[in-house]
Nanobody, 114 residues
C-alpha cells in the first residue's frame, strides 16, 4: 500500500521558518519528480516547488529565494525548507510524487500569523 507521510507543518510568525518532509513508502517503481503543492482557503491548489530525480528544481515565483526543495532518493523522501515566511504562505501543503502515476499526501497545515 502506497503511503506518503508528511510532517513539519505548524504555526509560525511572519519572517519565521518551517521545514516540511514527506516520506514515501510502498512505491516499487521509479520515482520521477517529487513536488510540493499548496492550497489556501478559497483558492486553487498550486505548485510550490518540484525536484526531478536528477536534482533539477523549479519554484513558483512567489517562493523563489525563500523556499528550498531537496530530496533523498534512497529514503524516498522530499523536503521543503521554508524561510522568511509570509502571511500569504498560509495554506495546506501537499506532497506529490510522480511515478507510474501521481500520488498525494494527506496535507499538512502551515499557518503564518502574528
Amino acid at each position: 500500500q502506497v503511503q506518503l507521510v508528511e510532517s513539519g507543518g505548524g504555526l509560525v510568525q511572519p519572517g519565521g521558518s518551517l521545514s516540511l518532509s514527506c516520506a514515501a513508502s510502498g512505491i516499487i517503481s521509479t520515482i520521477n519528480s517529487m513536488n510540493w503543492y499548496r492550497q489556501a482557503p478559497g483558492k486553487q491548489r498550486e505548485l510550490v516547488a518540484g525536484i526531478t530525480r536528477a536534482g533539477s528544481t523549479n519554484y513558483a515565483g512567489s517562493v523563489k529565494g525563500r523556499f528550498t526543495i531537496s530530496r533523498d532518493n534512497a529514503k524516498k523522501t522530499v523536503f521543503l525548507q521554508m524561510n522568511n515566511l509570509k502571511v500569504e504562505d498560509t495554506a495546506v501543503y501537499y506532497c506529490n510524487v510522480a511515478s507510474v502515476r501521481h500520488y498525494w499526501g494527506q496535507g499538512t497545515q502551515v499557518t503564518v500569523s502574528s
